[in-house]
């Protein structure tokens, strides 16, 4: 999915700002589906307005500019679900950790040892969020990508935690020859 489309299934949600989208992405686990800086969402936002699929509301604010609250119109609500029923992409998972790992026979065990480390609190600190933000109340959509990530999240612990220790004797073994 592209900045665009997400931000159009955002707003599908209720209106926001440029600001609360990006911490949408941040905070509720959208960075999972596409990385989005303030750098893309308020471009993909402005030509989401140009083409009528998004339509923006300045609201004052005390001692601070006016701030621009997006809604989604008809027909950009029309667009997000005509997008969502084409054929998807393939997912694709990028890691600069695993990338690493490739490599790993070219590192001293102990940076190993690190990258591991450094990975696994990571993954824990990313579970710990989305069990803070679970809830009884979202949507039904809301509470499967929240049980998918912890699912995707409790094997790669899984993985690295029982598997660890191959990878160091490995590396133990060939530094020792």
Not at 42 to 51: G, I, K, S, V
Request: aromatic share 10%; charged share 25%; glycine share 6%.
């Amino acid at each position: 999915m592209d900045v665009r489309t997400i931000c159009l299934g955002i707003l599908t949600r209720g209106d926001a700002t440029g600001y609360e989208i990006k911490k949408l992405f941040e905070d509720d686990g959208y960075q999972h589906f596409v990385e989005a800086s303030f750098g893309s969402i308020y471009p993909a936002l402005q030509r989401l307005t140009e083409e009528g699929y998004v339509s923006v509301r300045s609201e004052a604010q005390e001692k601070r500019p006016d701030r621009k609250v997006y809604s989604i119109t008809p027909q950009g609500r029309s667009q997000f679900i005509a997008s969502l029923l084409k054929p998807l992409p393939e997912d694709r998972h990028r890691s600069p950790f695993v990338f690493a790992m490739l490599f790993a026979d070219l590192l001293p065990q102990s940076r190993v040892s690190g990258m591991v480390d450094a990975y696994i609190s990571q993954v824990e600190q990313k579970l710990a969020h989305l069990n803070q933000h679970d809830s009884a109340s979202k949507p039904e959509g809301d509470k499967f990508v929240s049980g998918f990530g912890r699912a995707v999240y409790v094997a790669i612990l899984d993985y690295l935690r029982s598997h660890r220790a191959e990878i160091e004797t490995r590396l133990a073994a060939e530094a020792a020859e």
